[in-house]
C-alpha cells in the first residue's frame, strides 16, 4: 500500500524554524516528482514547492522563496521541506504528495498520492 507520513509540525514563533519530513512506504520515490502544499482555514490548496526525482530541478512559490529549502534523500525514501523565518501567515496544514513523473508537475491534479497532512502553526 502506498503511503506516506509527514512529520515535523508543530507550533513555532514568528522568525523560527521548522523541518518537515516526508517519509514514504510502500513504494520508492526515486521516480516521483514531490511537491509540498499547504491549505490554511478557509482558503484553497496552494503549492509550495516541488522537487523533480533527481532532486536537480526545484520549485518555489514567491511566498516562500529565499526562507524554504526542499530537498530528497531517495536513499532514506525521504523527502523534507526546511523552512526558516517563519511568519504567521505560513500558518496551514501541510502536505506532500508524490507525481508519477521526473519533473514537477504545475498543476495539483497532477499528484497522484498525498499523504495525511501535519499542522504548522506560526504565533507568538
Known amino acids: 500500500q502506498l503511503q506516506f507520513v509527514e512529520s515535523g509540525g508543530g507550533l513555532v514563533q514568528p522568525g523560527g524554524s521548522l523541518r518537515l519530513s516526508c517519509a514514504a512506504s510502500?513504494?520508492?520515490?526515486?521516480?516521483?516528482?514531490i511537491g509540498w502544499f499547504r491549505q490554511a482555514p478557509g482558503k484553497n490548496r496552494e503549492g509550495v514547492s516541488c522537487i523533480s526525482s533527481s532532486g536537480g530541478n526545484t520549485i518555489y512559490a514567491n511566498s516562500v522563496k529565499g526562507r524554504f529549502t526542499i530537498s530528497r534523500d531517495n536513499a532514506k525514501n525521504t523527502v523534507y521541506l526546511q523552512m526558516n523565518s517563519l511568519k504567521p501567515e505560513d500558518t496551514a496544514v501541510y502536505y506532500c504528495a508524490a507525481a508519477v513523473q521526473a519533473m514537477c508537475a504545475q498543476q495539483i491534479y497532477e499528484y497522484d498520492y498525498w499523504g495525511q497532512g501535519t499542522q504548522v502553526t506560526v504565533s507568538s
Open positions: 510502500g513504494f520508492t520515490l526515486d521516480n516521483y516528482a
